[in-house]
Structures are given as structure tokens and as C-alpha cells.
């Protein structure tokens, strides 16, 4: 069972930073591979691009919490969500169209 998570490849993991404008102010982003790949998955389903896709999401979290202490954390949870709802969910777009 542990060679399907120590086996993969090394490039799902690797970090990449991108560049990102959020509130009017731009900083860079640092995601393991993998979650950038997902990110830009629901950034497709929503109809938006990536990075507009992250600017949404967060001034939403902010205008619900007042701050995004952690927005990285934020993005991979976010994720994590996604790929759960999406397993009982036959088409991942449906369930990111009811919302």
C-alpha cells in the first residue's frame, strides 16, 4: 500500500510558486504541484481563470471570516473538498454549479 504514495512521481510534489493579484495587491503563491493541477480544474468548471478563480475566492473567505490568515492552507483544503465531494458526486461540475 505504501509504494502507491512513496512511488509517485517526484513532479506531483515539487513546489511550484506562482504570482497571483489578490485584494489589489500581488503575491506569489507556493503549492505543491499536484494542487495547482486541481486548482486549475475548478478554475475550468467555475469558468474562470486560475488566478481569477483564487482573487474569488479570496475576497469570498474574507468577506465571511474578515481575514484569510492561512490562504495556502485555505487552497489545499479547498482541494482536499473538491476531490472528496467530486468522488460521491458522478460529474464534479454539478456539484460546483449548485454552489
Known sequence: MCNIFAGQD???YACVTRSVRLSGHVTSIRLEAQFWDILD??????GL????????????????????????SLLRNA???????????PDARDLLESV
Not at 480544474?41 to 467555475?46: C, G, H, K, P
Not at 475566492?57 to 490568515?69: C, M, R, S
Open 10 to 12: 517526484p513532479a506531483t
Open 79 to 89: 482541494c482536499v473538498i473538491y476531490l472528496r465531494q467530486s468522488q460521491s458526486v
Open 49 to 72: 481563470t486560475t488566478p481569477r478563480f483564487l482573487s474569488k475566492l479570496y475576497d469570498e473567505a474574507l468577506e465571511i471570516h474578515g481575514e484569510v490568515g492561512n490562504f495556502t
Open 41 to 46: 480544474e475548478i478554475a475550468r468548471y467555475q
